[in-house]
């Protein structure tokens, strides 16, 4: 029973990831019609974010090291130490959480220019063209890290307070060895938080039902006199940020890497394509389905009877599906059935 | 018909010429000798494999990089248990390489468009994934699988005792390094040249252009196009693992790493680069790019602050920087640069782009075929 639920909670885990990074795919595909292969790579640019935040905060200085007597010691002073004493200890301590402050205007911007700059040209080119493109795009913004950041991955530390386990088997009664990282649950809190929200936004304000209603039909809409573009636009900032800030939360989980973002976008085209390409819901469902068939495969248990299953056990899902309900699990009829 | 086919055989004559005359007219660019060369032909029979199914079907796949891989791997087990010879080696690169086409491609051809550009990343992913996992004992996975001393060889240990150190690969005595090594690829790429040729105006090849300008209308005149897309793309796979076996032939060994993703959008870069449905564009796109691969990633921080010696020092330090970040490692943020430049402004590749400024030269009447070029058409 324990192992079971450990997989769950694991799969529910990594599903979030995919679901975020699903969830502004589809976006992006629903209103501009665009199949974005950069979407991976504004995941990776919010984790970033989270890694240029911490070296801004942790910038230091040497100063002499009193408690050597014998000789000169110098040792690292953050500035925000020194200003603030154990403020500025907490703020350090709490860098990847307030990183977000600091990604969600970048990533903004960094969609914004993006969509304005290069997207808006292929509305009406062919998918392949757009493939190939973001494509372009991804490995540019992929390299440009990579010289900037190296090629190592840089682990991110979570506040001192989550860094321990969270006793889940004793809050359901089901004993002590029953345990989970805080900050995985902070984070599967987190992204149910954002998908509520995103959902909230195009459900339930009037922005949100003119997107909606331009997802069904963008020219009609054009001719009631709605700038339709212009809110795909925002829109496309929108998936940028929710990719962006999930990218930010998974730095502790995983230490980024200038190539986690194509890693993670193979597998979330996948998700998207499984769920139905342009249905929001079937996204998030997808994610969190394949998140947690993934880690089922990777049990030790059902390795031995079929070996290497783990690694292909969300593409086989994917053929299986596209094969026999092509239009996905939650996908509309007649939407890009072909 | 007559004057396309002698215009066809002064095609292929001029493109056989230019193929094995390479050694002699690339020395001024400092690119001719033989390990460059042979990665000239090889890419360029990768990319005219791909060209006959994403040029002529307009079917965009993302999975070929894995055939490429299934070429290597069978021939370079094929100089570990049979012989040294090229021969059956390449043989074995095509079968496997074709098989794993035509059960891929089965799956895959069900859907199309950007569904199959997905399905087949993800079996070209899938295959990855087991190459460096579960497979480990056929692929010797992260490692690569080499030659070992301990290797049967049961044909050539027949016939001949083993000599010193490993063997090298050849060709009936002929031995596959330098510059035979480089004819051999040069003329299998002129054979696979000309049979894509051939395919091009053959009725099948007529068929697969049908397939991309209008499926639908295909199959509502009764046609079942399924087969020639699978045909199609069985060809293209055995082309694919063609290269990956002339890899292994010229360098005896197989990594997993040429099955990934991005090896896959390599060659679609090069068709693209070149000219997509264009016969000679994806080889001149495969040579472009791995002639500048080899370029810019031999250069270092030293030859540039060479190059810029004539800037004052603040300055060549500045320039230093800046191109830094282009060569040497940074060689794939050139790449990326090149792709999306090529995609956004010249998506007919090289050779609409040496059309475009042959028309600026004769006269307007004849200026029809510039005018409806996709480029133009998407703006309208």
Redesign the interface.
């Known amino acids: 029973m324990d192992a079971i639920i450990i997989q769950i909670l694991n799969g529910v885990d990594k599903g979030a990831a995919y679901a975020l990074i699903a969830l502004g795919l589809t976006l992006v595909f629903g209103t501009l019609g665009i199949v974005n292969f950069a979407h991976g790579a504004l995941f990776m640019l919010g984790a970033f974010c989270a890694v240029t935040f911490n070296k801004i905060m942790t910038l230091s200085v040497k100063i002499k090291d009193e408690s050597v007597t014998l000789f000169d010691a110098y040792k690292e002073e953050p500035y925000l130490k020194i200003w603030f004493g154990e403020t500025g200890e907490a703020l350090i301590d709490y860098a990847v959480p307030l990183s977000i402050l600091f990604a969600i205007p970048i990533m903004i911007l960094v969609g914004y220019v993006m969509e304005r700059g290069l997207i808006r040209h292929f509305y009406r080119r062919p998918h392949a063209d757009q493939i190939l493109v973001t494509f372009g795009l991804a490995i540019v913004l992929q390299e440009l890290i990579k010289a900037s950041f190296g090629a190592n991955p840089i682990p991110q530390a979570a506040p001192a307070i989550l860094a321990g386990s969270a006793n889940v088997g004793s809050w359901i009664g089901l004993g002590d060895t029953l345990v989970y990282p805080w900050w995985r649950l902070i984070y599967l809190g987190f992204s149910g938080l954002i998908i509520f929200s995103v959902f909230a936004f195009l459900q339930f304000t009037t922005y949100g039902m003119v997107v909606r209603a331009g997802m069904r039909d963008r020219e009609t809409v054009g001719l009631l006199g709605i700038n339709i573009e212009r809110r795909f636009t925002i829109v496309f900032a929108l998936a940028a940020v929710v990719a962006g800030v999930a990218g930010v939360m998974y730095t502790p989980i995983l230490p980024p890497d200038y190539h986690m973002g194509m890693d993670f976008l193979v597998l979330s085209f996948v998700v998207v394509v499984v769920g139905g390409m342009g249905s929001l819901g079937g996204a998030v469902a997808a994610g969190f389905l394949l998140g947690i068939v993934q880690s089922f495969a990777s049990m030790n248990e059902v390795k031995q009877i079929l070996p290497g299953v783990d690694q292909i056990i969300i593409y086989l899902v994917a053929v299986v599906i596209l094969l026999t309900r092509p239009r996905g699990l939650m996908g509309r009829a007649g939407v890009m059935e072909e | 018909m007559k004057k396309i086919a002698s215009k066809d055989s002064k095609l292929l004559l001029i493109f056989s010429g230019a193929v094995l005359l390479m050694p002699l007219w690339l020395a001024p660019f400092g690119a001719a000798y033989p390990d460059l060369l042979q990665k000239f032909a090889i890419y360029g029979i990768f990319a005219i494999g791909f060209n006959i199914l994403f040029g002529l079907t307009?079917y965009?796949s993302?999975g070929h990089a894995a055939f490429l891989g299934v070429g290597s791997y069978a021939a370079v087990w094929s100089f570990k248990l049979f012989t040294m010879n090229v021969l059956p080696a390449v043989l074995f690169g095509v079968f496997f390489a074709g098989l794993l086409a035509l059960a891929i491609g089965f799956?895959s051809l069900?859907?199309?468009?950007?569904?199959f550009?997905?399905?087949t990343?993800?079996?070209a992913?899938?295959s990855y994934?087991?190459a460096?996992?579960?497979?480990t004992p056929i692929t010797n996975g992260e490692t690569g699988l080499q030659l070992t001393l301990n290797d049967p060889r049961w044909l050539d240990s027949l016939y001949k005792v083993a000599g010193e150190g490993l063997p090298s690969t050849e060709l009936f005595g002929l031995k596959m390094s330098g510059y035979p090594g480089f004819y051999f690829c040069a003329i299998i790429l002129i054979v696979c040249f000309f049979i894509s040729l051939r395919i091009f105006r053959s009725p099948f090849g007529l068929m697969l252009r049908g397939v991309k300008s209008n499926q639908n209308r295909m199959n509502y005149t009764g046609l079942n196009t399924r087969p020639y897309m699978l045909s199609a793309f069985v060809i293209s796979g055995m082309y694919a693992g063609l290269a990956g076996s002339l890899l292994a032939v010229t360098d005896p060994l197989a990594g997993a790493e040429r099955m990934q993703?991005?090896a896959s959008?390599e060659v679609?870069?090069m068709t693209?680069l070149g000219g997509v449905g264009t016969l000679v564009g994806p080889m001149l796109g495969a040579g472009l790019i791995k002639y500048f691969e080899n370029i810019f990633s031999s250069f270092n921080s030293n030859i540039l602050h060479e190059i810029f010696s004539f800037l004052p020092d603040g300055i060549e330090n500045v320039m230093v920087k800046v191109t830094g970040?282009f060569v040497g490692s940074?060689w794939?943020?050139t790449?990326?640069?090149?792709?999306?430049i090529v995609?956004?402004f010249l998506?007919g590749g090289i050779v609409e782009g040496a059309q475009k400024v042959k028309n600026l030269f004769v006269s307007n009447d004849q200026k029809g075929s510039a005018e409806s070029s996709p480029e133009k058409q998407?703006v309208e």
């Open positions: 307009g965009l993302f799956v069900r859907r199309s468009g950007i569904y550009s997905i399905l990343l993800a079996f992913q899938m994934n087991l460096y996992s579960v497979l993703w991005t959008g679609v870069l693209i970040l940074g794939h943020l790449l990326g640069l090149l792709f999306m995609v956004i998506p998407a």
